[in-house]
């Protein structure tokens, strides 16, 4: 029976369906985490970019996230807005775009008045690690917490290691180059188009 | 190895596994991994973790169809037990531990093409019993981790002055890192001279 030709693809498709059919049902029985987890990861990226998520963690954060954020409309440019002690607080302005290996997402914290960053985070990245990776650690991202966003041109610019920084540059990380400038153009593209979009608006200033 | 399905012992193919036939530095199988995910200890450690049980499920797997598996079609039958388990490894570390999954990104899906995989499928599993070629396809991805993690070892040390991320003193402090040691030539250095060393000893041994 083994050496009929019509052996081989019915053993073919029955071993195809068998272990198929056990990766789907995995798959099916672990999506709603791995949804969850995407969800958690855009949530946690959210309060870092104002920098709120110390000491929280999964459902902290979750209903943290629900509470004080409100969804993008036309009044806030397209950004989430953030609400604290009853006001108004910040813009939370979701950036993204090519990054060395594959597309970068992240959110820059926008101060109320529209003039200074508060932070940045990266949800979604796959840039070397060790180098590139590096973006997502704090030594990095807390440079920007308080820089002033540049009113004409570009908003914020990543400047070579060592040099003089203005108060809206903040220092590359060394051996990542391509990352860097690639992050600048991508910040700066959403930026930008948020800022004309917020002031052109009348938003408040 | 035994072509012809005789009892072979444990003993060797452990040693066989890790040292004489380790597949870095003798059989050169599965760099495209060495050189890719090394420049961290802890990625290197998940990365071999995953590689070793993905080897050692499909090897058993293997061998255990061995008897039914037509040869005319035995590879796309190996090919699609490697990628069953790669599958269900990439679904564990995405809904179980994200952030690895995340830092890790491409590379465990690229565990379905590391020939080292394919190779201990063809060459053992499909002529030996199921222990043992569980045991080869663990001492195998045994053999690569040991490698694999020593080269990660150093590329992190020189380059970062870190080891699992803990700064390492003097070398976090006083040490200029070398960036080309994260970066992928360091790879091609570092594995070059792994593979020097380690041949060195062998050939040593093999003149007494």
């Known amino acids: 029976m083994r050496d009929k030709p019509w052996f081989a693809v019915a053993y073919m498709f029955v071993v195809t369906a068998f272990f198929s059919s056990i990766v789907i049902g995995f798959a099916r029985f672990t999506s709603a985490r791995v949804k969850a987890n995407e969800q958690l990861a855009f949530e946690t990226a959210m309060l870092e970019a104002f ?155 | 190895m035994s072509p012809n399905g005789q009892r072979v012992l444990t003993r060797d193919i452990v040693i066989d596994g890790i040292w004489r036939n380790n597949p870095i530095f003798r059989q050169v199988l599965g760099i495209c991994s060495t050189l890719a995910v090394t420049n961290l200890v802890l990625n290197t450690l998940v990365m071999c973790t995953a590689l070793t049980l993905v080897m050692g499920a499909s090897c058993l797997t293997v061998s255990l169809l061995r008897n039914w598996t037509p040869r005319n079609i035995r590879m796309m039958v190996q090919t699609l037990i490697i990628a069953f388990y790669v599958i269900l490894v990439d679904l564990a570390l995405k809904a179980y531990w994200p952030e690895m999954s995340r830092s890790l990104g491409p590379y465990v899906g690229l565990i379905i093409t590391n020939c080292i995989i394919m190779g201990r499928c063809e060459a053992f599993a499909g002529s030996n019993r199921p222990a043992a070629s569980l045991i080869d396809g663990i001492f195998n991805g045994l053999g690569y981790s040991a490698v694999l993690l020593s080269i990660a070892f150093f590329r992190e040390l020189l380059g970062m002055g870190t080891v699992m991320g803990f700064a390492v003193p003097y070398f976090a402090t006083n040490w200029d890192k070398w960036i080309i040691m994260v970066m992928p030539p360091g790879a091609f250095f570092t594995l070059a001279s792994v593979i020097w060393i380690f041949r060195s000893i062998g050939l040593r041994r093999d003149a007494k």
Do not use: M
């Open chain 1, 51 to 205: 920098a709120l998520a110390e000491g929280k963690t999964g459902l902290d954060i979750h209903e943290f996230f629900l509470e004080r954020f409100t969804k993008p409309d036309k009044e806030s440019g397209l950004a989430y807005t953030l609400t604290e002690d009853g006001n108004l607080s910040g813009y939370a302005v979701l950036v993204g775009g090519k990054g060395f290996w594959a597309p970068i997402k992240g959110i820059v914290g926008v101060s109320a008045d529209g003039n200074r960053i508060r932070g940045v985070s990266f949800y979604e990245q796959s840039e070397t690690p060790g180098l590139g990776a590096e973006i997502t650690k704090a030594q990095f991202r807390n440079q920007f917490a308080g820089r002033r966003l540049a009113t004409t041109d570009r908003p914020i610019r990543i400047r070579p290691t060592g040099s003089k920084l203005a108060d809206n540059e903040v220092h590359a990380i060394t051996g990542a180059t391509q990352t860097c400038t690639r992050l600048e153009k991508l910040i700066n593209e959403d930026l930008a188009r948020w800022r004309d979009e917020h002031f052109s608006s009348g938003g408040n200033q």
